[in-house]
C-alpha cells in the first residue's frame, strides 16, 4: 500500500471555496442582522439579496462538505496545546452545522411561514416545510439565535487565525491563506 | 500551554491587534444591526408603537386585527399585459383568497367606527408566483413615513384617566403633520361604505409594473365594486352592533357572490408616486385589466388568511416596489406582528362567537 501524502495545505478547491464563503457568510450576517434593523428602503434590497445568497452558501457549503470528506486537510502543529486542537476541530465542525443549518431554516421559515420562497424573477424554490404558524415561529426564532452564534464562532475563528498567523506563525494560516497550487504534500 | 512560542517578539502588541481586528468586526456587526443607533427605527418599533397604543390581544394581528378570511377567483383579461409581463395579467382565472378587516387594532373591536374598510389578497398563479396585497377604502393614507407613522401612534394613544388622546399631544402631532390632517378631513367629509361589498379597495402605495418589453411604470390600482355603494349613517355608527360589517357581509355572501373590477392607474409625469398621503388627479386614465370574485366566507379559525401575511412585498416577477417609503415598512411592521402572533399560537376570533357566522363553521 502506498503511504498516503501528508499535505502542508489544504487543496486548492478547499482554499478557494473557503474564501469565496467567508466572504458570502460575512456579507449575509451584516445583511441579515442590517436588514431587520431597518425600515428603510435599504431594507427591500438587503432582503432581496438575502435569500438567493443564502441559498448560494447552501450550494457551496454542500460542495465543501464533499471535498472536505475527500480530501486530507493538513495535520494542525504537533507542538500546538492540546485543547487547542480540540478547539480547533470543534469549532469547525460547527461552522460546518452552521453554515449549512442556517439557510436551511431560512428556507423553513419561509415555508412555514406561507411566503413564496422567492430567488430572483419568477424563480422559486418548492416549500421545504409544510405551511404551519407555530413552526414558522420556532424556525424564526432559531434563525435568529444560529445567526449570532454563526457570528460569534466566526470571531472566534478568525481570532485563532490570526493568533496562528501572527504569534505562533506555524504555517496554519498559510495552509488556507496560500496561492500555490497542490497541497504541498510529502510522503 | 497557551501554545506561545518561547521568544515571541512583540506579543502584547500582536495580542492587541487581533483584539482590535475583532473589535472592528463585532463594532459594525453592532452598528449594522442597529444596536449603536438606538434613534433608527427599525421593524420592531413600528409594531411597538401599535402595541403601546391599543395594547396586545395574543394571536392577532397588530392592526386591522380584526377580520374574516374568503374563497375566491380572479379573472384576468390580458389587458393587464401592456403594464407588465406578471403571468398574473395573462388572460384566464386564478384561485385566490384574502381577508376582510377593518383597521382597529383589537380584535374584538366594534365595526361600528370611522376606521378603514381592508380587503386583503393573495392570488398564486400556475407557474406557483405570488401576489399579496394589503387594500384599504381610502385612496389616500395618513401618514407617508415611518416617523410619521411612529409620532402618530403615540399621539393618539388613549390617556388611561380619559380614555380619549391628550388633547395637546395630538393637536401638537396634527399641526406639524398636515398629510395627517388632510387624511382627516377627506374621513370627515367622504361617505363610509355601509358594506365591505361596496367598498373601493386601493393599493395607496405605486408599485414599478415592468412590461414585457422591458419598459418600467409606476403604477397604483384599485378594486371597484359591482355592488352600488351606500353610506353608513356616521351619526348613528355606535349604535351599529360590534360584529355588524361583517355579518352583512357574511350575509350578502350566503345570497351569492360579489364582484369587482381591477383597474390599473399609471403615473404621469410628476405625480407623486413615493408619497401615499398624495392622491393623483381624479381624471387619470385606468385600465381595467380583470374581474375578483369572492364566492364565500370563512372564519379566520378555519380560513386560510390567519397563519399568513398579506406583505405588499411579495409580488410576481413584472412588479417590484416604488420608492414609497412605507411599503418597507409596512413589509417589516407585518413581518414583525406575523412572527409575534404566531408564537402566541392560535385564540380564537371575535367572529367564532358569532351567532351570525355558525353558518360558516365548517
Known sequence: ?187 | MLGVPAGTRYLLPKLLLIGAVLAVFAGGFAYAAGWLTPARLGQDAIVDSLEDNHGVVPGFRRAHAKGLCFIGSFAANGQGQALSRATAFAAGSVPVFGRFSTGVGRPDAPDGVVTFHSLALSLTTPDGQVWRMALDDTPIFPVADAAAFVALQAATTPDPATGKPDPKALGDYLAAHPETQAFLDYMRDSPIPSSFANGTYYSINAFRFTDAAGQTRFVRWRFEPEAPFAALDKATLATLPRDALFDEVIDRLAQGPLRWHLLLTPAEPGDPVDDATKAWPADRPSVEVGVLTIERAVLEDDGPCRDITFDPLILPDGIAASDDPLLAVRSGAYSVSFTRRAAEGPHPSALASDPAAKELKP
Not at chain 1, 28 to 46: D, P, Y
Not at chain 1, 68 to 92: I, M, V, Y
Open chain 1, 1 to 187: 500500500m502506498t503511504p498516503t501524502a501528508i499535505p502542508t495545505r489544504f487543496s486548492p478547491l478547499a482554499r478557494l471555496l473557503h474564501w469565496v464563503m467567508a466572504l458570502a457568510i460575512l456579507a449575509m450576517l451584516f445583511i441579515g442582522v442590517g436588514m431587520v434593523s431597518t425600515v428603510s428602503n435599504l431594507r427591500t434590497l438587503l432582503l432581496d439579496i438575502h435569500r438567493p445568497l443564502g441559498m448560494l452558501i447552501l450550494v457551496l457549503a454542500a460542495i465543501r462538505l464533499l471535498v472536505r470528506l475527500t480530501h486530507r486537510p493538513p495535520p494542525l502543529p504537533a507542538d500546538l496545546p492540546g485543547w487547542q486542537k480540540a478547539a480547533a476541530h470543534l469549532s469547525h465542525l460547527l461552522l460546518y452545522v452552521l453554515m449549512i443549518a442556517q439557510p436551511l431554516l431560512g428556507w423553513g421559515l419561509l415555508s412555514a411561514g406561507g411566503y413564496p420562497v422567492v430567488l430572483f424573477g419568477a424563480f422559486h424554490l418548492f416549500p421545504l416545510v409544510p405551511q404551519d404558524a407555530a413552526l414558522f415561529a420556532l424556525l424564526r426564532a432559531a434563525h435568529g439565535w444560529v445567526a449570532l452564534l454563526l457570528f460569534v464562532t466566526v470571531l472566534a475563528h478568525l481570532g485563532a487565525a490570526l493568533f496562528h498567523a501572527l504569534v505562533r506563525r506555524d504555517g496554519v494560516f498559510s495552509s488556507m491563506a496560500s496561492w500555490r497550487p497542490g497541497n504541498g504534500g510529502s510522503a
